[in-house]
Every structure is written in C-alpha cells, then in structure tokens.
C-alpha cells in the first residue's frame, strides 16, 4: 500500500514525540545533573571537574546521616506497611463476597485519589496540640494539659504508612486473589495450623504481590517530601528535604544535583535488589500496580 | 480460613476508620465557625466558603485572591498536561503496538523510566537542564527567555515527563483489545486511511483516551514533589496549600481541601464510568 520510503517516513514522524519526550525531559536533563554533580566551583562563577560534591557528602554527617535515617525510615515504614496491608487485602481478596468486596476495595481507593496534601493536613489536625485527639484525651480526663503528638518520628511513621497502604493493598489482593480455595483446603486436610498454611501456602503465593507493592511503596516513602517535612517539621530531616534547600535555598546547584543523583541511586538500588531476589521484572511489578 | 475471627473483623472495621479519619475530620472543620481549624466546635458556618472576611478577619476561599489564583494556575497546568498525555500518548501507544522496528523492547523499557525516578529527582534534573538550555540560547540571541525559567511551562513540561509514561499505558492497554480485522474491512469497503482512523479506531479508543485524559488531569492538579521544584511566582494548589501548613492557617484551607476532595470524587467517578463502558 505504501512505498518502503513512505511507510519510513511515518514511521520517523510517530517515533518523534516519544524520542523528544525520553530525550528532552529525561535523558538530557539527567546527564546535565550528573555532569552538574561533577563540577566544584574553584572561583567566583568557575567551575571545574571534581568529586568534591561527593566528598562532601561524605564529610558532613548531617548529610549521610539524613540520607541514612531516610533509607532506614523508607525500609521500616515499607515492613509496617506490608504487615498492616496483609489481613485487610486477604479479606478482600479470600473472604469478601460480591458485593462488599467491590464496596471494601473502593473504599480503600477513595481516599488516595485525594491529594497527599489534604491527607497530610488531616493527620495535622488530629495529631497535634491543639488538634482532635489532644482534645479528646482532655475531654476524657486522659491528660490534664495539651499533647503534642505531631513533629516526631511516629508522626512521620504514621503518615507515610498511611499513604503507602493503598499501593500495597492493591497489589496483595491482585496476588491472593488468584489463589485456589482447594490448595488452602488441602493444607488444612493434612493437618496444617492456620499459621502453617498462612507461612506454607498464602505467603508464597502472593510473593508477586508482596514484591510489587513494596517496591513501589518504597519508592514513593523514600522520594517523599511534603509529609516527612509537615508531620515531623525540624524533626524530618528526609534526605529530598536537603535537595530542596541545596537547590532551591542556598542555591547550589551542583551539590543538589549530587544529592539527587545519590537519591536516584539508592531508589534505583533497591528496586533492582527487590527484583533480583525475586526474580520478577519491571514491567510485570509495575502492571500488579 | 472462609469464617473470620472477631479479631480480624474489628481490625479491618478499625482500619477503615483510621483511612477515613483524616479526611473526615478536615471536611468537617470547614464548616467551624472558628479563625483556627482546631477544636472545640463553635457552631456551623459557611465564611470559610464564601465569607468576604467580615467576621473572622480573614476571607473565605471563594473571596481571597491567593486561593482563586492558585486553583487557576492549576487549570492552566492541569489542561494543557492533559491534553498533550491524551495526544501524545495515542502516538506512543500506537508506536507500541503497532510499529516494528529495531529498539522496541528498549524505547517500551525507557518509557516506563519516569516512574521510578523520584519525583525531586525529576523536577531538579529538568530546572537544571532548561537553565542551561537558556543560558545558552540567551547568549545566543542576546535576549531573555523567561519559557525556560521556573514557571507554569516548566511545570507543565515537568508534570508531563511521568504522566505521559501513564497515559501511554492506559491508551496502549486499550489498543492492545482493538480487533485490526474491523478496519481491514473498512479498506476493503474503499475507506481512506484517514477515515478508518476517525471512524473505526479513534472511537474504539474513545474511553480510553477519556480515562487517559482524566487520569492525566487528577495527576496534574495533586502533583507536588516536582512542581515544588520548577514551580515561579505562580504557584499551582497544593504548593499554596503546602506554604499554608506551614504557616499556620485559616479554616480556609479545610475549605479548600473539601472542594478538591468532591472535585477529585466527580472525576474519579467519572474514570470509573469510563472505564466500566470499556468492559
């Protein structure tokens, strides 16, 4: 129908909007960072090649620390996330029926098709002085003065958990969902405890989904900004928080982009890692989301 | 493992609880009759819907300048992001499918880069290369090019770079379902390439690119981590909204909050009609 020319020609024009795209706002913009995170400024308005971005990482504990807590924090809140997910996704998977099972899984999307910011401001308003629960425990004698609960690491805790759980739910039901009634039966019939079969067969099965939903869930804690810095103010210290000020704040761009390059790889790091271990692939991980 | 114990069913009646509890208690603060948002409940009122700041002193959402223009410079984000995903995602899902060249399995691998890359990360490498685009360019020209400076177009540009990688997903799906045998007979009935396009293929995918679209528009107006980053003297809704917490606001801010909250609700339920139609 068309000439081999032609049919080439069409084929430039459709590859152009997805070779600007990949080049222009990802690719490029990627490897002006890391050249940025290369450079040392050796005078005023002059730059050259060195590490000493990185050195200075390294020097300065507030730095790796910062980055230290934040990975450890972003590991933790993804353990407490699967635990917490775990019952509600196999009850919605093995245990709802029909109807209340379309109702509990909707209800679990509601609230994260809400802005992270909104959610983040309700935690605020229980959680603090002057907030729901302070009054409430007041109320009912529980404290005689006002608490503070917000600006310390389990605030932080909490509301990270909070706006992981969904992305953990979903895949963990998808997971279990596939599981056959018949296999569960069988491990009961030969004798096994409900936590045997929970270890033996659950478990295992819904490994695709554990996998996913921890990946992506870590993904989002450790690249987090806004709940980190609102819940636990001057306690934060989450390591985007220092990008922020190197680039936007102090205004130097190449330690920022260092920071971001360090943060890229440690995002990067332990996705690799959760898909090694398990032996999935990207693309499959990302469609159980 | 069919019947529960009482144990797992209060802990999935408490955990629903704890998912609802924050965004219960902002609705419902938007309506105190209070200048803080915080306890005690002094009455109903709608000031800090519509209130010109007669009576607390400060204005409601709909009567103070910084929330309109902030949910504007949302919109002027939010639609052109939307559309260009819609547009530009038909064309990578239609590469997807449909081409055959060397580099497929690589490009389909790159598209899906942007998800894993932080959001931070994302914003900063983008303010980071369009400055030095400019540099550049203005050394060149001997002008200013204030397009590539932190602003609304960077912002678009930025938000777009991962929503693409979405919309792109949600077109693909769908083409993926689309039975080719439809439009080989429409070029044996003597269809042009262009009218199979518009009256076979564009209208199958329908749904999709309206889910797309709207997918695209929630993900835009919610967007905070990169915009924070590229973002002028213009800021969008939840930047606003973010300089607020830290401040210390009005109950304008639950006010806010709620009108997003039933606006992200009616979207939401719309994609979820779409995407019903698409079954």
């Not at chain 2, 039933?262 to 779409?274: K, Q, R």
Request: hydrophobic share 55%; proline share 6%.
């Amino acid at each position: 129908m068309m000439t081999r020319q032609a049919s080439r020609l069409t084929l430039f024009l459709l590859l152009a909007p997805a070779i600007l795209w990949l080049g222009l706002l990802i690719v490029l913009p990627h490897v002006e960072i890391l050249v940025l995170s290369f450079s040392e400024r050796v005078a005023p308005r002059v730059y050259a090649f060195g590490l000493g971005n990185y050195l200075e990482f390294f020097t300065e504990p507030l730095y790796w620390r910062t980055f230290a807590r934040t990975a450890f924090m972003s590991i933790l809140v993804t353990a407490l996330t699967l635990v917490l997910a775990f019952p509600i996704a196999l009850y919605i998977a093995r245990v709802a029926q029909g109807r209340v099972k379309a109702i509990l899984l909707l209800l679990c999307l509601l609230p994260f098709w809400v802005s992270e910011l909104v959610r983040t401001l309700g935690w605020m308003m229980l959680l603090r002085e002057t907030g729901v629960v302070s009054y409430a425990l007041r109320a009912v004698g529980l404290a005689d003065q006002p608490v503070e609960l917000l600006y310390n690491d389990g605030a932080v805790i909490l509301g990270l958990v909070y706006g992981g759980l969904l992305f953990m739910i979903v895949p963990l039901a998808n997971a279990l969902e596939s599981l056959e009634p018949a296999v569960v039966e069988a491990g009961f019939d030969l004798g096994g405890s409900r936590w045997t079969v929970l270890r033996r067969i659950v478990i295992p099965h819904a490994m695709p989904g554990i996998v996913a939903g921890s990946i992506i869930v870590f993904m989002l804690t450790v690249g987090n900004f806004a709940t980190p810095v609102l819940l636990g103010g001057k306690n934060g210290l989450w390591f985007t928080e220092q990008i922020y000020a190197q680039f936007i704040t102090r205004f130097n761009w190449p330690q920022g982009a260092a920071f971001g390059m360090l943060l890229l790889l440690l995002s990067s790091a332990i996705v690799w890692l959760g898909l090694r271990l398990t032996g999935q692939s990207l693309g499959s991980t990302l469609k159980q989301a | 493992m069919n019947r529960p114990s009482l144990a797992w069913k209060l802990y999935i009646a408490a955990f629903y609880l704890f998912l609802f509890a924050p965004l219960l208690v902002v609705a419902i603060f938007a309506f105190n009759a209070s200048p803080f948002p915080s306890p005690p409940w002094r009455g109903f009122t709608l000031e800090w819907f519509t209130g010109s700041g007669a009576v607390f002193g400060k204005p409601g959402v709909l009567a103070d300048p910084i929330w309109l223009d902030s949910i504007g410079n949302s919109f002027k984000v939010a639609i052109p992001v939307a559309l260009l995903a819609v547009a530009l995602g038909t064309v990578n899902a239609w590469v997807l499918e449909r081409a055959e060249f060397r580099g497929k399995t690589l490009l389909a691998m790159m598209m899906l880069w942007p998800l894993v890359i932080p959001g931070v990360v994302l914003g900063i490498s983008i303010l980071a290369f369009f400055s030095r685009v400019a540099n550049g360019l203005e050394d060149f020209f001997q002008t200013d090019l204030d397009l590539l400076r932190p602003g609304l177009p960077l912002v678009i540009l930025g938000q777009l770079s991962f929503i693409l990688t979405i919309a792109t997903l949600i077109i693909a799906a769908r083409l993926r379902k689309f039975d080719r045998s439809l439009e080989e007979a429409a070029f044996d009935l003597g269809a042009s390439r262009a009218r199979v396009l518009r009256t076979i293929t564009l209208p199958f995918l329908s749904p999709a690119l309206i889910g797309a679209g709207l997918v695209a528009l929630l993900m835009s107006f919610e967007n905070f981590n990169t915009t924070l980053m590229l973002v002028g003297s213009e800021p969008p809704l939840p930047i606003t909204m973010y300089g607020q917490m830290r401040e210390g606001a009005t109950p304008a801010i639950n006010a806010v909050s709620l009108m997003l909250m039933l606006g992200v609700g009616g979207i939401a339920s719309l994609f979820a009609l779409t995407s019903k139609a698409e079954r």
